[in-house]
């Protein structure tokens, strides 16, 4: 399985199996250039990974702006967009972002997942890409918005789909039990789900992961890394954005032990390991340089022999 192999989804879209997250173009935690973010897509795109996925919510808006320049000269085939739904940006002269660097603080967040929501902030979203369409709308986020997600914005997402705005419709979380609600209780095409099937957590393999395979709903696994422990397991590593647990630490450091026994690296199982699942068709791997697009690249086309896996489902 090689980073640029394609693999069509139930709807007929073909993405990459390896996929550029756009958080760190948005600026989180570390500033970057525009220029440096045209030249990472670029490097993506020549390399064969097509599936970019964004959000409003990275550096409020940045992140679609500089896809949008990146792209702008380039064949609308050859790229497939995700952007997400559920935050509106609205002006605001006060909002300070902490974690994008970059953002855009003339606006904050609203969570809004009302059809009207849904509507408005693709219009917003299109327009700082500079395109007609995206071809996947995940919700996003709905924690405290489950019904809402369910009843609101589902509804409106598969009119769109319908009308042919979109082509598949999504959910994107980092918790398993509302898209595996979502699953049970609408048509939904996809899930991107972060950090819950990973080498240190595979909480997604529990139900979310059989009921996709059940209800042909494909599953792209983001957050591969657990948000840093699974690049570089070492004191002050963070776990799901926290300072990891002594217990988490000595975990991730006897998987790469037995990696090590392998000759296998640590990052290249944590990017390949979500698709030894059927129910996994793409991981998304964030980038905030063309050097992180050639490394990662490197190490998701190594190969893994099959006895790994088997080692390390023993690992506890």
Same mark, same amino acid.
């Given at each position: 399985?090689?980073?640029?192999?394609?693999?069509?989804?139930?709807?007929? #879209?073909?993405?990459?199996?390896?996929? @550029?997250?756009?958080?760190? &173009?948005?600026?989180?935690?570390?500033?970057?250039?525009?220029?440096?973010?045209? $030249?990472?897509?670029?490097?993506?795109?020549?390399?064969? &990974?097509?599936?970019?996925?964004?959000?409003?919510?990275?550096?409020?808006?940045?992140?679609?702006?500089?896809?949008?320049?990146?792209?702008?000269?380039?064949?609308?085939?050859?790229?497939?967009?995700?952007?997400?739904?559920?935050?509106?940006?609205?002006?605001?002269?006060?909002?300070?972002?902490?974690?994008?660097?970059?953002?855009?603080? *003339?606006?904050?967040? $609203?969570?809004?997942?009302?059809?009207?929501?849904?509507?408005? !902030? @693709? /219009?917003?979203?299109?327009?700082?890409?500079?395109?007609?369409?995206?071809?996947?709308?995940?919700?996003? %986020?709905? +924690?405290?918005?489950?019904?809402?997600?369910?009843?609101?914005?589902?509804? /409106?997402?598969?009119?769109?789909?319908?009308?042919?705005?979109?082509?598949?419709?999504?959910?994107?979380?980092?918790?398993?039990?509302?898209? *595996?609600?979502?699953?049970?209780? *609408?048509?939904? %095409?996809? #899930?991107?789900?972060?950090?819950?099937?990973?080498?240190?957590?595979?909480?997604?393999?529990?139900?979310?992961?059989? &009921?996709?395979?059940?209800?042909?709903? %494909?599953?792209?696994?983001?957050?591969?890394?657990?948000?840093?422990?699974?690049?570089?397991?070492?004191?002050?590593? *963070?776990? %799901?954005?926290?300072?990891?647990? +002594?217990?988490?630490?000595?975990?991730?450091?006897?998987?790469?032990? #037995? @990696?090590?026994?392998?000759?296998?690296?640590?990052?290249?199982?944590?990017?390949?390991?979500?698709?030894?699942?059927?129910?996994?068709?793409?991981?998304?791997?964030?980038?905030?340089?063309?050097?992180?697009?050639? !490394?990662?690249?490197?190490?998701?086309? $190594?190969?893994?022999?099959? $006895?790994?896996?088997?080692?390390?489902? !023993? #690992?506890?």
């Amino acid at each position: 399985m090689k980073h640029n192999d394609l693999v069509t989804l139930r709807t007929g #879209v073909q993405i990459s199996r390896l996929g @550029l997250g756009t958080a760190a &173009i948005g600026g989180l935690y570390k500033s970057v250039s525009d220029q440096e973010c045209t $030249k990472t897509i670029h490097a993506c795109l020549d390399a064969g &990974i097509n599936f970019i996925d964004t959000a409003p919510h990275y550096g409020k808006g940045t992140s679609e702006r500089r896809i949008g320049a990146a792209l702008k000269e380039l064949p609308r085939s050859s790229f497939v967009i995700s952007t997400k739904i559920g935050r509106l940006l609205v002006p605001s002269t006060t909002d300070i972002d902490d974690f994008f660097i970059d953002a855009d603080n *003339t606006v904050e967040r $609203k969570f809004d997942y009302s059809a009207h929501g849904v509507r408005a !902030s @693709l /219009e917003s979203s299109l327009e700082r890409l500079g395109l007609d369409s995206v071809e996947i709308l995940f919700i996003h %986020d709905p +924690d405290a918005n489950p019904d809402e997600a369910i009843f609101e914005a589902f509804p /409106e997402l598969a009119k769109m789909r319908s009308e042919g705005i979109i082509k598949a419709i999504g959910i994107g979380m980092n918790q398993c039990e509302t898209p *595996t609600r979502v699953i049970k209780e *609408t048509d939904i %095409d996809l #899930v991107l789900i972060a950090g819950r099937y990973s080498l240190l957590d595979q909480g997604a393999a529990k139900e979310l992961l059989p &009921i996709a395979v059940e209800r042909n709903v %494909d599953i792209i696994a983001a957050g591969v890394f657990n948000s840093g422990i699974l690049a570089n397991p070492v004191k002050g590593a *963070t776990f %799901d954005y926290v300072p990891a647990s +002594d217990e988490l630490l000595a975990r991730a450091v006897r998987i790469r032990d #037995v @990696l090590e026994s392998h000759g296998v690296s640590l990052t290249a199982a944590a990017m390949q390991f979500p698709l030894q699942h059927p129910a996994v068709k793409s991981v998304l791997v964030g980038c905030r340089s063309v050097a992180e697009v050639e !490394s990662n690249i490197l190490e998701f086309d $190594k190969t893994i022999p099959n $006895k790994v896996w088997e080692d390390l489902a !023993s #690992v506890q």
